[in-house]
């Protein structure tokens, strides 16, 4: 085994536990905080919510709501420019992957400068950042545990992935209550998300004993509660479990990076305003099945950990299994089960599948992969 | 579900990971470290190794070696006089438990002042720390990733449970490779103070959903792994399996805390020089015994981890089997299984249970104790 390293922030847990970011901030020394969120969150009331836990605090603060999904530089500059005029010295990020990974490039900008397409790539980042609190609003992008920030780059069109242990938050707190907010597409495509970071992590050429039992608990608890989650907007067990998948999915695919799935989806969603989680939805089940001669033990521990008694079953059967485990539920909880389904078209395989061979989530995908095959696993896909 | 917290340092985790620690105190700012570790570590040659590793990073080092085990306040004083007449800045504890805590402690003293004995307790430091980085080498203690720090007040011979979250290193460097040194004794000794922390943290009363994927882990590891990690010193198998359940059973224990048998030991600890791990082992079947009526299905759970088909079996019965592979398996590596084989004699039992049960350990046992209950527990033991 290489030497492999693990980074987690400090994580609170539970339900009203967001209760707790007034003190999470005042302990990291906060004076005034910039809070970033998104319209989505502001509007189902918890932007409101985290403002009068931070005046109970007496705990000054300035905000900036100006995110969009798949978020962009442009906005970032405007949020630093909220940060540094608002003399803020801490930042809560409030909401999904978008919020967060805004957040974190704030926070990269407002303390050292220059553009953020500098910090693409690992460990572009030199100056130390301020303190960081991540609240986690959708289960899914894990961005409240992991170093990465993903941001489009607008001139080119691209999804910049920002990794650096530097981007781990200090306190991430994840309350399941504030997923009963979501709407059941939301909380579907989030989902599936989880899923993906879950299995791309597992059978990452960087997996380490440490992201493994991370990315099994998760994989297990996403198999079990996604549906249940997905049907109900009050299910608390459900909203629990996924909002821990979420969690350990981050720390899973934070130190493990992910795989094909993700640089394709990344490629696709730098250009296009389309949900990150139903990309990879789609993708996923064909990049298994391209990735399955690269680690079939681990698509048979994938098969198990989904509740499939191995028993008489080969490793291709059980890989199989693993695969149609995962379009039946996508199919359950109606997300999109083709790439033409959420907008892509054949004319935009080639950039697409260039895109995504230079991406970084592509370096840890378990088998190698040429143009010529990803161009057919889009074909495929769509 | 309470809200749960979860605190990990940096993890560098494989072969060869301890040549990263001169990396390591430069990354944190280091300008001149004390390495903290004892005679044993040294003259297996470990204390020269990191020494060299310092010298080729041209750090500036001191060393304080006067530990011993179940270390004492004394001796921390001694440590807390060489780092600052030596003008160091960040602290390198390399050895077991003992290096470890007594490195910890040296590290509050020199910041915060006054007597170890005043920040007995939870949560009684308030100024930071100097950087801290561990260096583990006997797959036991746990304390290069755990808020504790358990240090000897000689006046008392009391060992006090100091807890903390500023207690948790900033980096904890795993290397499987420095287990080659130790002797069978202290390998079984050690091993089963993991299979102690994993099975308490997994039924302690405050275990959660981030503890149990560590706990169970640690357990699967320790149950494996063990017995051929004893029976040789160069299977880097077993000893990469030890290290990491080692590892990942002090992520359980840090944040979940532990319970009676470690309440007991802790007494015993205080007034004997007799090792934490061999007391724990001749306890734990006892104490396990005694908490099976508060978390029969977490007993459960254990038993199956450690390989038993459950199929047929009644709870009771599944408990039964869990606490006979623990005698077995103390057993089988030749670990005492009578307190009097460690030189305990009956009339210590009454100062034994009254101080184990105001231990910090006691208050998340899984079942309520009183001095009568923790009296015959000793007694069975005896």
Not at 83 to 108: R, T
Not at 171 to 195: C, E, F, H, M, R
Not at 275 to 294: C, K, Q, R, T, W
């Amino acid at each position: 085994m290489h030497i492999s390293k693990f980074v987690t922030p400090e994580i609170i847990f539970g339900k009203n536990a967001i209760k707790q970011v007034g003190d999470a901030c005042l302990r990291l020394g906060a004076k005034k905080v910039l809070i970033v969120s998104d319209y989505g969150v502001a509007n189902a009331g918890w932007l409101d919510k985290v403002i009068s836990i931070c005046k109970e605090s007496f705990l000054p603060y300035a905000t900036h709501i100006d995110v969009t999904i798949n978020p962009k530089d442009t906005d970032v500059v405007k949020g630093c420019r909220a940060y540094i005029e608002n003399e803020c010295d801490a930042i809560i990020g409030l909401g999904g992957g978008s919020a967060l990974d805004s957040a974190k490039a704030i926070a990269i900008l407002a303390t050292n400068g220059g553009q953020i397409s500098d910090y693409e790539g690992v460990d572009k980042i030199e100056k130390p950042l301020p303190p960081m609190i991540m609240i986690m609003t959708t289960a899914g992008s894990g961005s409240e545990v992991s170093q990465f920030s993903v941001i489009v780059d607008s001139k080119r069109g691209k999804k910049m992935s920002i990794i650096s242990k530097t981007l781990v938050p200090d306190i991430a707190i994840v309350d399941p209550l504030t997923l009963v907010t979501k709407d059941s597409s939301l909380t579907a495509a989030t989902g599936l998300d989880v899923l993906t970071h879950a299995i791309e992590a597992y059978v990452s050429t960087a997996a380490t004993p440490l992201t493994d039992v991370q990315a099994k608990n998760a994989l297990s608890l996403v198999s079990k509660f996604l549906r249940p989650s997905v049907a109900s907007k009050t299910n608390e067990e459900a909203k629990e479990a996924m909002a821990m998948a979420s969690l350990q999915a981050g720390l899973a695919f934070s130190n493990a990076i992910l795989g094909a799935a993700h640089a394709i989806s990344h490629a696709i969603g730098g250009k296009l305003p389309i949900s990150h989680g139903e990309i990879n939805a789609v993708l996923l089940p064909y990049v298994m099945d391209f990735n399955f001669i690269a680690a079939p033990e681990r698509f048979s521990d994938i098969a198990a950990i989904m509740g499939f008694d191995l028993r008489g079953m080969s490793e291709r059967e059980a890989g199989n299994a693993s695969i149609q485990f995962v379009r039946d539920l996508a199919a359950d909880i109606g997300a999109p089960h083709r790439l033409r389904d959420v907008g892509i078209t054949e004319d935009m395989i080639d950039w697409a599948g260039q895109l995504a061979l230079i991406d970084a989530c592509m370096i840890t995908n378990p088998r190698d992969v040429n143009l010529e095959q990803v161009k057919t696993l889009l074909k495929n896909a769509l």
